[in-house]
């Protein structure tokens, strides 16, 4: 069964930071683009960032400069190191996973999601 599985979460103060984890079990994604989406209440779920199978990324424009996703292949997992937080980031966090290597940023992309997290930033 595959599985991915979030943790990192928590409260933060503006300004502050957190890293995500996202933990990959039931198959290998060493070779599948992965991503990062949130969804804030009463909002659509939208794309943060997503990277390849050899790193290249591409991030949300509300949080270039601030967030990094990376990847650790050996490990199955990837990461979204987050900076200088701000309030408006405060969402539930969910990683997915796509069957193919190509880098994409709409949900209907990714086949496989995780349970999601939750981080919300105090101002």
């Known amino acids: 069964q595959v599985q991915l599985v979030e943790s990192g979460g928590g409260l933060v103060q503006a300004g502050g930071s957190l890293r995500l984890s996202c933990a990959g079990s039931?198959?290998?994604?060493?070779?599948?683009?992965m991503g990062w989406f949130r969804q804030a209440p009463g909002k659509e779920r939208e794309f943060v960032a997503a990277?390849?199978?050899?790193?290249?990324?591409d991030h949300a424009d509300s949080v270039k400069g601030r967030f990094t996703i990376s990847r650790d292949n050996a490990k199955n997992t990837v990461y979204l190191q987050m900076n200088s937080l701000k309030p408006e980031d405060t969402a539930v966090y969910y990683c997915?996973?796509?069957?193919?290597?190509?880098?994409?940023?709409?949900?209907?992309?990714?086949?496989?999601w995780g349970q999601g997290t939750q981080v919300t930033v105090s101002s």
């Open positions: 997915a996973a796509r069957r193919y290597a190509i880098l994409a940023t709409t949900r209907s992309a990714y086949n496989y």
């Open positions: 039931g198959r290998a994604f060493d070779r599948n683009a």
């Open positions: 990277i390849t199978w050899n790193r290249s990324t």
